[in-house]
């Protein structure tokens, strides 16, 4: 079993739709990374958090420590919003562990 | 600002032939350096992370090696290529740890 979890594994959602895409992790952590993969390749960084909630444009992250439980929704998702979404987490041991992200295509 | 760099964009080698890539980063200074390998079909694998010059530290046992020979460069290498190193190789940056890392482009490395 992964350390790092991430469900689903594949989603596909018409353009404006709510997604939410599911991070578990079965670690004691110290951040949580949330990294947007575009076909070409190149990553993004979208979100770092310890705790709590973040908000940037239509894009929002949430983590739970108690249920080591963090999720990524995307609101009225365009089909630019198509990418491999990847949930890292950086361990109490100063390891970085990933998720083998969730690939998300959204028809317009 | 900070830019990183990380080249060539494609690299195609053979099995047994060395390796070296290249990524620098600007604009900062004693930045976390990290070397990552995503092959085909499968998550990011941290392979190398450096905290300073000439400190060096691997994740996974493997064929390849990294250094730093000075502050902003990170340099991953192979004397003698495998067909399972095939993959993308990507270079990233942190200011520390638990800062959020910025990557560069990635190189997509293919042995025949």
């Known amino acids: 079993k992964n350390e790092v979890e991430q469900s689903p594994q594949n989603l596909t959602a018409q353009e404006g739709e709510f997604i939410t895409i599911n991070c578990s992790y079965s670690v004691g952590i110290s951040a949580l990374h949330w990294l947007q993969q575009h076909p070409g390749g190149g990553i993004v960084s979208l979100f770092m958090l310890s705790s709590g909630k973040k908000k940037h444009g239509r894009l929002i992250a949430t983590i739970n420590i108690q249920e080591k439980h963090s999720s990524l929704h995307i609101t009225a998702s365009h089909p630019r919003d198509s990418a491999v979404y990847i949930c890292?987490?950086?361990?109490?041991?100063?390891?970085?562990?990933f998720g083998d992200g969730t690939t998300l295509t959204v028809k317009p | 600002s900070q830019t990183i760099h990380q080249w060539p964009a494609t690299l195609v080698q053979p099995v047994g032939s060395p390796l070296s890539l290249e990524c620098t980063v600007e604009?900062?200074?004693?930045?976390?350096l990290y070397w990552y390998r995503q092959a085909a079909g499968r998550g990011l694998q941290l392979l190398f992370y450096?905290?300073?010059?000439?400190?060096i530290s691997s994740e996974v046992p493997q064929n390849l090696s990294a250094s730093r020979p000075q502050d902003r460069q990170f340099i991953l290498s192979s004397k003698k290529l495998l067909l399972s190193d095939s993959g993308f190789y990507l270079c990233a940056w942190s200011p520390d740890r638990n800062q959020p890392q910025h990557f560069g482009d990635g190189t997509r490395l293919s042995i025949l």
């Open positions: 890292a987490a950086n361990t109490n041991a100063g390891k970085s562990t």
């Open positions: 604009g900062t200074s004693n930045p976390n």
């Open positions: 450096s905290i300073g010059i000439g400190q």
